[in-house]
Nanobody, 126 residues
Framework: QVQLVESGGGVVQAGDSLRLSCAAS????????LGWFRQVPGKDREFVAA????????FYATAVQGRFIISRDDAENMLYLQMNSLKPEDTAVYYC???????????????????WGQGTRVTVSS
């Protein structure tokens, strides 16, 4: 069975950096587009970033463009999210996910993702 385990969350101050990791198992990792989403209480889960399987093309939400970097290590079945210049509004639970759609137009939609981790909490204080 597919298992995704996020780690690396924590409490930081505005302007700091964090690197989230996602360890995957039970899946042909290098065959899938992978994504990061985040969610705050009372709000929908929102797209943060995605990276494709072939070519490693990356896509970002406008809110994180230029501050966050998504990367993958297919040899280690690992997905990463480097978060720089963190802001209080980045506070959320962050989830990694496996995209089951082959359409790039779908990669920002939660419905395109079939497997999710349990999440890791990021808190950014001002």
């Amino acid at each position: 069975q597919v298992q995704l385990v996020e780690s690396g969350g924590g409490v930081v101050q505005a302007g700091d950096s964090l690197r989230l990791s996602c360890a995957a198992s039970g899946i042909t990792f290098d065959s899938y587009t992978l994504g990061w989403f985040r969610q705050v209480p009372g709000k929908d889960r929102e797209f943060v970033a995605a990276i494709t399987s072939i070519g490693g093309d990356t896509f970002y939400a406008t809110a994180v463009q230029g501050r966050f970097i998504i990367s993958r290590d297919d040899a280690e079945n690992m997905l990463y999210l480097q978060m720089n210049s963190l802001k209080p509004e980045d506070t959320a639970v962050y989830y990694c996910a496996v995209c089951e759609s082959t359409l790039l137009t779908q990669i920002t939609h939660t419905t395109a993702y079939g497997h999710w981790g349990q999440g890791t909490r990021v808190t950014v204080s001002s």
